[in-house]
């Protein structure tokens, strides 16, 4: 068990451009979920994947933010024309299929810097 | 909806001293309580949860906490810390009614002074 891996661990982008992050969950969970945080504050839920259905997604996940779970695997996450304000830190994080069990295993997070 | 309020935001405290971290939560559903630890440059990690039963758990490195229904709270205690727990503290709450989403507090920084 290699536990939640994130790639990259750091971006910088200037405003305007597209970026893709990707998050590997620990390989026997089948839930996966997306939180941004920022600075001075706790892990915001973006959205949640079960295998490769996207359940919940948040209002915050503006029309220019996408993720996708390909078959139930690996995820990525898109932000399409990034803006000052989507610089933070993009966590990952993942569960077992055990209903019982409800924790949440987190990735190193990706950071993300938009000049 | 649920929301989470962590009431400090930093706690100082001396090495072997007693600690509580106060959390506060609102929702209109039942809802399982977490405490997840962050500690520098590291990712979260789960503390101790509370899912049914017991009001009183019990978590990692000597960390407890206590389930108030009627204050809807969730606080977090040690009876000794150690220059180790310095770290950043998030309670969170999830729906028990089947969905996985989470909301976390703002966090608490806990520092312990030697």
């Known amino acids: 068990d290699t536990g939640v891996s994130q790639d990259p661990r750091h971006k910088i982008t200037k405003r305007g451009q597209n970026v893709t992050f990707r998050c590997d969950p620990i390989?026997?969970?089948?839930?996966l979920y997306w939180y941004r945080q920022t600075l001075g504050q706790g892990p915001e839920f973006l959205t949640y994947?079960?295998?490769?259905?996207?359940?919940?997604k948040s209002r915050l996940l503006s029309d220019r933010f996408s993720a996708e779970r390909p078959k139930g695997s690996f995820s990525t996450l898109e932000i399409q024309r990034t803006e000052q304000g989507d610089s933070a830190m993009y966590l990952c994080?993942?569960?077992?299929?055990?209903?019982?069990?409800?924790?949440?295993?987190f990735g190193p997070g990706t950071r993300l810097t938009v000049t | 909806a649920q929301s989470v309020t962590q009431l400090d935001s930093q706690v100082p405290v001396f090495e072997e001293a007693p600690v509580e971290l106060r959390c506060n939560y609102s929702?209109?559903?039942?809802?399982?309580l977490f405490w997840y630890v962050q500690y520098p440059n590291q990712g979260l990690q789960l503390l101790l949860k509370?899912?049914?039963?017991?009001?009183l758990v019990k978590g990692i490195n000597g960390f407890e906490a206590e389930f108030n229904k009627s204050q809807t709270s969730f606080h977090l205690r040690k009876p000794s810390v150690h220059i180790s727990d310095t770290a950043e503290y998030f309670c969170?709450?999830?729906?028990?009614?089947?969905?996985?989403?989470?909301?976390f507090g703002a966090g608490t920084r806990l520092f312990v002074k030697a």
């Open positions: 994080a993942s569960s077992s299929r055990d209903s019982g069990s409800y924790e949440q295993y």
């Open positions: 390989s026997e969970h089948n839930r």
């Open positions: 994947f079960q295998n490769e259905a996207q359940l919940e």
């Open positions: 929702s209109s559903v039942s809802v399982y």
């Open positions: 509370y899912l049914s039963g017991s009001t």
């Open positions: 969170a709450v999830s729906p028990n009614t089947g969905g996985f989403k989470t909301i």
